[in-house]
């Protein structure tokens, strides 16, 4: 959150304060010449003892803090700050092939992926949003909702699927017939999370195209290590009868491609902290703007009337 001035009157606030500082100053010392000569002003001061909040230093803080705010209302402020936007509805299309076992994330690709989407999930309150899953094929996990609840329960269930390959293709197809068929006032957002290239099903020429014509936008991210990792498989791969493979096999070329042509943005993620980063960027936001006027200049008006009421009152002075 951000507060900004719109009017040049801003700057007067610290010439102000300036000024009254010396009013106040000058104001101290002709009162010092009024005080009553005390014959020993250090017994008086055990008697009394010193405080900083004197009779004359209550009101005047308070003074100041009114001019303040009636100086800051003049002045045009706006408080400006960023919250997720609710226009949008969101599909994550998750890579779930064998090689998202592959252990340079811990415990793997796959479980950080599901972790952090799952804790994205949290800024998309009243958000619709869709999970479509693929390897060789894509499946649909959960049509547009916003129960945030389901989403998150599916999405902590995700595990690896068959059969082999990565239908990149196929998987933005499923997950543009999901958007399609919301609401057709808001804006459409595929975020893909992939640590391949498409090898197999619909082609991502015809899939972009698909994507184009009805105004979706892919945030693609390309998960994993750059350095090429020779890794014997964990046994959940195994047992998908994958074998020992090199990685990486990321297609960023087309991910890229893919992501300018949809008027989306590519990130590549070798960390857990880019990862975290990717979809943080992925998620569109907005910038909302407030005009505090009305709460300054009551707050100011508010502080001249306790002003007024200490100085009839506690601070009074008796001549």
């Not at 009024?34 to 008697?47: A, P």
């Not at 017939?177 to 197999?200: A, M, P, Y």
């Amino acid at each position: 959150m951000k507060l900004i001035f719109t009017d040049e009157y801003a700057y007067l606030l610290l010439i102000l304060l300036a000024l009254l500082f010396i009013v106040y100053l000058i104001s101290r010392k002709l009162a010092k010449k009024r005080v009553i000569t005390f014959g020993n002003f250090e017994v008086l001061e055990k008697v009394s003892g010193r405080t900083f909040f004197t009779p004359e230093i209550v009101p005047m803080f308070l003074r100041i803090l009114a001019i303040i705010l009636i100086i800051v209302s003049i002045s045009n402020p706006r408080l400006v700050y960023t919250q997720y936007a609710s226009n949008v509805e969101y599909v994550f299309a998750i890579d779930t092939s064998s090689s998202m076992l592959t252990p340079d994330f811990f415990p793997n690709r796959l479980e950080v992926a599901k972790k952090i989407v799952w804790d994205s999930l949290e800024n998309l309150q009243n958000t619709k949003v869709g999970i479509v899953t693929f390897a060789g094929k894509a499946y649909v996990k959960s049509k547009l909702t916003d129960d945030l609840a389901t989403l998150k329960e599916i999405i902590m269930n995700l595990n690896t699927e068959t059969p082999a390959g990565t239908a990149i293709g196929e998987a933005l197809i499923s997950s543009a017939t999901l958007l399609s068929n919301g609401d057709e006032n808001k804006n459409k957002t595929i975020i893909l999370i992939t640590d391949g290239r498409n090898n197999v099903g619909v082609s991502l020429e015809d899939a972009v195209k698909a994507l184009v014509t009805h105004g979706i936008r892919v945030y693609a991210i390309g998960i994993g290590k750059t350095d090429s990792l020779n890794i014997t498989l964990p046994e959940e791969a195994r047992e998908l009868n994958a074998t020992m493979a090199e990685y990486p096999t990321l297609d960023e070329e087309s991910l890229i491609w893919i992501s300018n042509t949809t008027n989306g943005k590519y990130f590549r993620a070798s960390n857990v902290e880019e990862l975290k980063k990717a979809i943080e960027e992925s998620l569109e936001k907005k910038e909302v703007t407030i005009n505090p006027l009305t709460y300054l200049l009551l707050a100011a008006c508010l502080i001249l009337l306790l002003e007024w009421s200490l100085e009839m009152t506690k601070f009074r002075i008796i001549p």
